[in-house]
């Protein structure tokens, strides 16, 4: 080949990736993280009609069926499904139900647990603002007019600002609105390391706290830089919002929406499918006083329209009723197909008590409810390493405030049962399985039966009647002989030969012939 031809071969094998010019996009939020929380309430209270003003005051939701406002002739009731706030009910109680308390044996927190009512109130309404909010956090005060113990406030995000500094939380920024001589003022609690300030604004400009005579008593505290009297806590990081806590309604908003309007469909096509009786004049009863007919006008109770009496040579004046078909099934696809999209990720159908059957079989349904078993795992984990924190803060603002050594942190274990248990005849049948095959003793059935719910002396009874019944008897090893009172083992005997009668006489009379 030559030269000329080979270069010719590599120019027309030659690749020129070249880079593409640099491009800007602009995007716009279409709201802010306060606007977001408000989103998130409106959807958790389930009210149909603060769900359509809401929308209707949104920017860019005139496509949604709760943003789209209705021609004036033509009017469908919208009807909300209440699915958000069963979402976080439902997990609130497979958590909650479940929840024994923490191992914390000092009293002072037990006081403070009691008086607050952290484990019975505290927390239901902590795990409902996480779910719906995404973050919130815990201040601690000490208010003698009140309490002599310390004061615990559940705030959520919604009212709260953390303040990061080099990926560090530095502060946080409590929010609250106080009403004086029809003023609205906003207050805010800086909490951070070692203070604790207070700020009163009018109109954004700062004023003194004296001109709410409930602030007026309000002073910055200092104190120890290495504990703040606040703890904030959050299930997942937003990937909207940095350094702030995700609902776990994100994402679900077209999909929440989008079921309320099969729901109000399916409602609508109902309501227009009543059937309908087609009435001939003369037939239509009237009103005994003044002669005119009694007709309907009111979508629910019209059971009959008007119609013209017939009036040729063999005509016959009867009612004729009518009524629609409604497409049940496609509404049922639809419905059931949205709800999955719905409930996707945060928990399974049936925990919620919805049966799908007619789509999942059973194993499928075994498989959606570990779904709930990750996010109450998630609920658990964030619980696990939320109050110890609040204990140990307490207990260290305690001493703070009695002038005494700041203790160290304590260990603090949570008790939570086990969700979805299997039922016991389920459990005596699956333990009879392992004892057959010789897999689980006497023991480890009595324990996997019973668990906690009897204490050990009733186990060991139980143990000891069941082994009697089977005739089954514990026998003793053989033990090697000690010197109890040396407590040193003694040196074996040696054995002695059989007696026979005459023997010992006939040894004697032998050595005394020997002897002679």
């Not at 030659?14 to 279409?30: C, H, K, M, S, Y």
């Not at 604790?196 to 604004?201: A, E, F, G, P």
Request: overall charge negative.
């Amino acid at each position: 080949m030559k030269i000329g031809e080979r270069v010719k071969n590599m120019i027309k094998s030659w690749l020129d990736i070249r880079p593409a010019p640099g491009q800007t996009f602009v995007i716009n939020e279409n709201m802010d993280y306060q606007s977001n929380c408000i989103r998130n309430k409106i959807w958790y209270r389930g009210d149909s009609r603060e769900l359509s003003e809401f929308y209707g005051q949104l920017m860019f939701a005139e496509d949604t069926f709760w943003g789209s406002a209705q021609t004036a002739d033509i009017r469908m009731k919208k009807s909300h499904s209440g699915l958000p706030k069963l979402i976080i009910k439902t997990i609130i109680n497979t958590v909650m139900t479940d929840y024994s308390g923490d191992d914390v044996e000092d009293e002072y927190w037990k006081e403070v647990n009691k008086e607050n009512e952290f484990d019975t109130k505290m927390l239901k309404t902590l795990l409902a603002d996480l779910l719906h909010i995404g973050d919130g956090a815990i201040k601690i005060n000490y208010d003698a007019d009140i309490s002599d113990k310390a004061i615990l406030e559940w705030v959520d995000g919604s009212k709260v600002d953390l303040v990061y500094k080099r990926g560090r939380l530095t502060e946080i920024v409590f929010k609250s609105f106080h009403e004086q001589n029809n003023n609205t003022y906003l207050l805010e609690e800086h909490y951070g390391y070692g203070y604790i300030t207070y700020k009163l604004y009018k109109d954004k400009q700062e004023v003194l706290l004296k001109e709410v005579e409930s602030l007026s008593k309000l002073k910055d505290i200092t104190f120890d830089k290495s504990i703040m009297w606040a703890v904030p806590t959050m299930l997942n990081e937003s990937a909207k919002y940095k350094g702030r806590g995700e609902s776990i309604f994100e994402g679900k908003y077209d999909s929440f929406d989008s079921l309320d309007e099969i729901i109000s469909q399916w409602l609508e096509a109902v309501r227009a499918g009543r059937a309908i009786k087609y009435i001939p004049e003369s037939m239509i009863p009237r009103d005994p006083e003044t002669g005119e007919l009694l007709l309907y006008s009111n979508p629910f109770d019209n059971k009959y329209i008007k119609s013209e009496s017939d009036m040729s040579e063999n005509g016959k004046n009867q009612m004729e009723i009518k009524q629609a078909e409604i497409p049940t099934e496609n509404y049922l696809q639809s419905y059931i197909t949205f709800l999955d999209l719905c409930l996707q990720g945060i928990i399974s159908p049936s925990t919620l008590g919805i049966d799908n059957k007619k789509l999942d079989n059973a194993e499928a349904q075994r498989e959606k409810e570990k779904t709930t078993l990750y996010t109450r795992g998630l609920i658990i984990d964030t619980l696990s390493e939320f109050i110890p924190k609040v204990i140990n803060t307490v207990l260290k603002s305690r001493a703070l405030m009695e002038k005494k050594p700041m203790p160290e942190d304590i260990e603090v274990s949570l008790k939570f049962g086990e969700y979805s248990n299997p039922s016991f005849e389920a459990q005596v049948e699956t333990v009879g399985k392992g004892k057959q095959q010789g897999i689980m003793s006497i023991e480890a059935c009595v324990e996997e039966l019973y668990g906690d719910s009897k204490d050990e002396d009733w186990k060991i009874e139980e143990i000891a009647r069941l082994k009697a019944e089977q005739g089954i008897v514990d026998i003793d090893e053989p033990a090697v002989n000690f010197d109890l009172e040396m407590g040193e083992e003694t040196e074996p005997t040696e054995p002695t030969e059989p007696k026979v009668d005459g023997q010992e006489e006939n040894k004697e009379g032998q050595e005394n012939k020997v002897n002679e």
